[in-house]
C-alpha cells in the first residue's frame, strides 16, 4: 500500500481573482530567494501558500491585509514566516518586521533561527549591521535601516510601534481576548501595502480573535482577508488516512511521519488530537474539564467569598518570566474553599517584597508559600527561607495531586472563587499533560496559565497538612 502524502492545496482557502504566475503574486519571488539566498527548499505546499497570501491586484499591491494559514503542528508553518520575513527586509519589500508570541522564548527562537538563515549566506551577512539580543529588546537590524523585533503578545504590546509592514501572530488559537490583537494590529494601519500573517493549528471555543477571523473568512465579507485552512474534515474518523493527510500537508514529506501521528493518536486525549493533528476545533482543549459540564466555573463563583485564617500563599512563573502570579487559599465558614489570585502582573522583580509582605501581614496568618523548585519560581525559595518563611516544595506527585484535588473539588463544588477575570481567562485557556499515569497542568508550551497553577498549588498546600479533612470534604 503506497504512502499517504499531505495534500499540497489547503482543503479550504480564499481562491485567487486571476491566475497566479510571478506576474500577479511575489510568492514565486519568495519562493526563489528561499532557494537562491538563504539555501532553503520548501516544501510543496509552503510554496502553494506563499503564491496564494502574496496575490497582487492590478496596481501592484497585496490583495490581503491580513493571511490566517491553520495547520496541524509540526508541519513548518514557521519556516513560511522566517523566508518571507527575511524576503521582505533584505529586498526592501519592508522595513519593520514584528514577531509576537504569547511565549516570548517561541518567538526567540524563530528570530534566532531566521539570522541563521540569513547569516549563512555571505550576502545577506554583509548586510546585517546589528543583533541585539537584550530580554525584551531583540533586533535584528540591517544597513537598510530595517529591522526584525520581538515582542510578547500582551494588551500593551505595539503601543510604542509605527510603521510595521510585516507582522506575524503565531498560535493565535491561544488568544482568549482581543488585547493583543487589537493592540498589534493598529501598528499596520498606516502602512499601505502591509501583511499580517496569522498561523496557528484549530482552537476551541475560547479561541477568540481566531474564531472570528475564520468565521469572517469563510463568509467572505472581507476582502482583504485570505484564509488557507489545512484541516480533515470535520466529524472525520481519528485514523481517516485522508484527513490526516489534509490537516498535514508535510505528511511523508520527510518532516512528518505516520507513525508519529499514530503515537499521538494512541497518548493524546481525542480533543487534543483532533485541534493538534487533524487542525479541527473543539469546544475545549482539556477533556478533563468535561468536569465543567457538572459544574461550570462561573457556578463556583461566589463574588463575596473569603477564606478564614490560615491561608497558604503560592507564587508561579510563567515560563518566559514576562509575569507572575501570587494565590492563596484557605478555608471557609460552610466547609468550602476560597482560592483567590492575590496579586497578577509582568515581570518577577515584585514578587519578593510581595510575599515577605503577605507573610508578614499583621491581620492576617500565612502557614506556608508553595513554590515548585522545578518551576522559573525556584531561585525564590532560598531568599524566602533565610527570610524566615515556611517553603512547601511539592514533589512531581504532588503536582498531580494538585491537579487532582482542583478537579474533584469542582465536582464535588466545594471550590470558590470571585470571578477574577485572570484566573477565568487562565482557565478558559489551561491544558493538561500526561506523567507517566498522572496528569497535571501543561505549563511550559502554554500562554499564561499561572493564576489557575498557583491557585491550585495553594490549594493543595492548604490541604496538604489534612488529608483526612479533605477526603471527608471531597467524598463520594
Known sequence: MAAILGHEAARIFTPPLRELTPDTTHGYRVIAFAEQMLGVTL?????????HALELKPDGTYRFRTALL????????????????????FTGRAQLAVGPAQDLGIARRTWHAAI???????ELREQIVA????????????????EYIIQATNEDAGRGLQGVDLLHLDELRTHTNDGAWSALTKTTSARPN????CTSNAGSDASVPLNRLHAT????????????????????????????????????????????????RALDPEPVFRTECLCQRVPTLVPTWQVVEEAPWVNLADLNSTALDPVTLCVEVAFDRLSASIAFAGSREDS??????????????????????????????VTAVVVDDKSPAAPLIKDLQDAGVTVLVPKARDMAAAYARWVDGAKADVIRHRSQPELNDAMAAVTTRSMGD???????NAVSVHPVVACSLALWGHLSGGSAKFFVAFGD
Open 336 to 365: 468550602k474553599y476560597h482560592v483567590e489570585v492575590a496579586a497578577s502582573r509582568p515581570g518577577t522583580d515584585w514578587l519578593l517584597e510581595r510575599l515577605l509582605s503577605m507573610w508578614n501581614h499583621p491581620d492576617h496568618a
Open 131 to 146: 543583533v541585539r539580543k537584550a530580554n525584551g529588546q531583540e533586533t535584528l537590524e540591517l544597513v537598510s535601516g530595517a
Open 217 to 264: 473568512a469563510i463568509a467572505g465579507t472581507d476582502p482583504t482577508l485570505f484564509l488557507a485552512e489545512y484541516s480533515a474534515p470535520s466529524g472525520c474518523d481519528l485514523d481517516d488516512p485522508e484527513g490526516r493527510a489534509a490537516a498535514n500537508p508535510s505528511l511523508g514529506n520527510g518532516r512528518l511521519s505516520a507513525e508519529a501521528l499514530d503515537s499521538a
Open 43 to 51: 516544501d510543496p505546499w509552503q510554496k502553494w501558500v506563499l503564491i
Open 116 to 122: 541563521k538563515m540569513a547569516r549563512a549566506d555571505d
Open 70 to 89: 491553520l495547520v496541524a503542528r509540526q508541519n513548518g508553518k514557521t519556516t513560511i514566516v522566517q523566508v518571507l520575513f527575511l524576503w521582505a527586509l
Open 194 to 197: 502591509s501583511l499580517t500573517i
Open 438 to 444: 498522572q496528569t497535571t497542568w501543561e505549563r511550559e
